[in-house]
């Protein structure tokens, strides 16, 4: 069974950090991208970033950019992103989602920013 | 970017009533697209992928059709159980982006 469980969030000050992960089981981790995606408390969704298998290539929302890095041990089965700088505008729940088709989802995990 | 037009963005409707929301993009996607469905407090659902493939596990009352720019998602007969918003989303190009959303009520 797919299971992605993601780990990390809390309360943080503006300009602060986190450093979110994502446990992968269930299949072959290092076979499939993998994305980031928030939705903030009442809105819509939005994507965040996504990482290719091998970690080579990455991509990001432009409102992230320079703040966000994904990343990924394959190893460990394991996806992350770490947040720096962070904005109050970036409170959310972050889910991370298995492939560029999402076929699967964590439950996610709360980012609270406070100003 | 792409930009997701999706309508409507909320839908008041009735058990065994045909549901039809749309998605328009801003430029061609390549057939691109998913809808998922969502429910409160709930990770979102892989319902239709590649504008009109059936995820695996899905009912066959949701169905979804287009191409290029214009895309339609179908509950063929609405079941209590869809209640829930429902999103578009392309990954032609990055960033990938969402629709608004369309959010279904009982009448």
């Known amino acids: 069974e797919v299971q992605l469980v993601e780990s990390g969030g809390g309360l943080v000050q503006s300009g602060g950090s986190l450093r979110l992960s994502c446990a992968a089981s269930?299949?072959?981790?290092?076979?499939?991208?993998m994305n980031w995606v928030r939705q903030a408390p009442g809105k819509g969704l939005e994507w965040v970033a996504n990482?290719?298998?091998?970690?080579?290539?990455?991509y990001y929302v432009d409102s992230v950019k320079g703040r966000f890095t994904i990343s990924r041990d394959n190893a460990k089965n394991s996806l992350y992103l770490q947040m720096n700088s962070l904005r109050a505008e970036d409170t959310a729940v972050y889910y991370c989602?298995?492939?560029?088709?999402?076929?699967?989802w964590g439950q996610g995990t709360l980012v609270t920013v406070s100003s | 970017d792409i930009q997701m037009t999706q309508s409507p963005s909320s839908l008041s409707t009735s058990v065994g009533d045909r549901v039809t929301i749309t998605c328009q993009a801003s430029e061609d996607i390549n057939n691109y697209l998913n809808w998922y469905q969502q429910k409160p407090g709930k990770a979102p659902k892989l319902l239709i992928y590649?504008?009109?493939n059936l995820e695996t596990g899905v009912p066959s009352r949701f169905s979804g059709s287009g191409s290029g720019t214009d895309f339609t998602f179908t509950i063929s007969s609405l079941q209590p159980e869809d209640i829930a918003t429902y999103y578009c989303?392309?990954?032609?190009?990055?960033?990938?982006?969402f629709g608004q959303g369309t959010k279904l009520e009982i009448k």
């Open positions: 269930g299949f072959t981790f290092s076979n499939y991208w």
């Open positions: 989303q392309q990954y032609n190009n990055v960033p990938y982006t």
């Open positions: 990482i290719k298998e091998d970690g080579s290539k990455k």
């Open positions: 590649d504008a009109s």
């Open positions: 989602a298995r492939s560029n088709r999402a076929d699967y």
